[in-house]
Structure formats: structure tokens, C-alpha cells
């Protein structure tokens, strides 16, 4: 699981166990005396999942356009979150509902693959200090560090 759950270990096996036996999210988050939000998205995943919702994926699945398109389409239907994440074997289906928020506040586009990284200068290749050109001026900021400026020397 994440470092960054709000759930211990402990509290995680206690809730997957009383899920087992029948016990409701809010009926668990009040015996366990936790977050009802944390304890509504661990059964979420448990009701895809069941037992193995403990264990972690050892991978990060990419998904397609079409795909995901497919998914958001049949969800935006009718179908239930919990449905879907179950017939398509996803992780959780929080996944779902991100990617119809981004669908119905972006399109389409909204679930295409974005580039990663930092995007590129629109100068291409950076230059080095070293490299002089013509109009090129060497200034000092407040705290006597030296920068170019190149506002006169851009294409």
C-alpha cells in the first residue's frame, strides 16, 4: 500500500477482515475510529478486488485512448464505477472517476496520453554563458550573481 495512506497496516487487514464478515464502510470506520472516506476507498477497492485488495501492484498499467474512452462512454451510460473496475480488472474505480472529470471538463482530449517531462524551450538548444553574441548583456541580480539576458538576442 501507499506510505502515504492515512491507514496503518493494521487498521487495513482489521477493515479487509470485518468486509469479509459483512460490515459496511461506515460501520468499520466507526469500530476502527478512522477517516470514513479512507475506510469508503479501501472498500471500493475490496469490492473489485476482494482479498487481494492488500497487496500491491507490482506494475503501473498504462491504458489507451480508446480504451479509456470505452470506459468513460459506458460509465456517463449508467454502469456503476465498481462494475467496471471489476469487468476491466482496473485497480480501483477512482480511476473511473477521473477519467470522466476529465472528460466532461476537457473532451476527448482530456484522455489522450500528455508528453511528459519539461516541455521544450521554443528557443531549442539552450546556450551556455560561455558562447558571446552580439547584444548579449552580462548583468548582476541584487545578490551579486551574474546572469545573461538574452531579450536581443532571441531569433
Known amino acids: 500500500m501507499l506510505k502515504s495512506s492515512s491507514l496503518s497496516e493494521e487498521q487495513r487487514a482489521a477493515a479487509v477482515a470485518l468486509f469479509e464478515t459483512g460490515w459496511g464502510a461506515k460501520s468499520v470506520a466507526a469500530k476502527l475510529g478512522v477517516s470514513k472516506r479512507a475506510i469508503g476507498r479501501l472498500y471500493d477497492r475490496w469490492r473489485v478486488r476482494g482479498g487481494t485488495t492488500l497487496v500491491a501492484k507490482p506494475t503501473k498499467r498504462q491504458f489507451s485512448f480508446e480504451f479509456k474512452l470505452a470506459v468513460v462512454q459506458r460509465f456517463l ?57 552580439k547584444g548579449c548583456a552580462v548583468r548582476t541580480s541584487a545578490c551579486g550573481q551574474r546572469w545573461r539576458s538574452w531579450e536581443k538576442c532571441r531569433p
Do not use: H, M
Open 77 to 133: 451510460a449508467g454502469e456503476t464505477q465498481v462494475a467496471l473496475a471489476q469487468e476491466f480488472q482496473l485497480s480501483s474505480p477512482i480511476l473511473i472517476k477521473k477519467w470522466a472529470s476529465l472528460y466532461r471538463n476537457e473532451g476527448e482530449d482530456g484522455l489522450r496520453p500528455k508528453p511528459k517531462g519539461r516541455p521544450k524551450s521554443p528557443f531549442g538548444r539552450r546556450r551556455s554563458l560561455s558562447q558571446n553574441c
